[in-house]
């Protein structure tokens, strides 16, 4: 994302400014160390999001940051590297950096959380397609609602390219295999979910992409034409709520044991796929 949006690559290049000067200057660390125990130097540059997590960490230590820069020590050692020490308090110093700095942790907060969520060696491989639609919405959410100006562009076309760049990252990532596992995951079909939001939201067979997935993913499974209609006729019955998953206790169970259902139904067609 830094590398799409200029000013967010801009605000981690100055961050990163920051950090080396600190890291690189034995009595710039020296004060620090003096004002704070939280560490700046810590977070790789080759860890996972190693960027943001750099500008979530120096969002602990602002108030530090600042301590340090209007003090007499800096004052008097900066005379040593003005360039580079000038910088580093011009930033500190700067509100506006810093409210940027907020909302760059605001929008990848739900990002970092997904990807986070997404490793693991639990069976979640149903819930993935979800946790994508749901962080780009929480992502749309905070930037509209933030009040700072200093876009190159307006917030809705700011919005609109940070959405591009997650739905093509999705696009990238998102196989057949998510389609199908998120389209036989009961708790996208049962009422709690559908109307368990602001928003409306539609059950999976509904959804063009999420079904040209499901599809494509069965037509790589059921070579034979006989068993692949069987298994989209009993799709279409599990979806719909109807045939041998319309009885009352079924449908309830939807929602209130969807995990459990999952892991059944997934067992099942782990079966049909082996056979």
Known sequence: MASDVLWIGNIIEAARHIRNFVQNHTNALTIYKEYTNLSLL?????RFASSFMML???????????????SEFWSFWRKTDQVASKRVKD?????????M???IIQI??????LLGFADTDKPILGEVYEGWDSMIESVRSTILQSEYPEYETSPEAFCDTIQDILVSRLDKNCTPLHCLAHSLNPKYYSHEWLNGGPSRKFPP??????SQGRKEAFRGVFQDRALLDEVEDAFAEFSTGTGQFARYDVIRDRGLRSHILGGQ???QQALLFSS
Request: aromatic share 6%; proline share 2%; no cysteine.
């Open 56 to 70: 979530k960490k120096f969002g602990e230590v602002k108030t530090a940051l600042g301590s340090i820069v209007i």
């Open 265 to 267: 139904i997934m067992g």
């Open 108 to 113: 990848m907060d739900p990002i970092i959380s």
């Open 42 to 46: 810590k977070i790789a540059d080759t």
């Open 205 to 210: 067979h509904m959804d063009g992409d999420i």
């Open 91 to 99: 930033i500190v110093l700067d509100d506006a950096w810093w409210e």
């Open 101 to 103: 700095v907020d909302l």
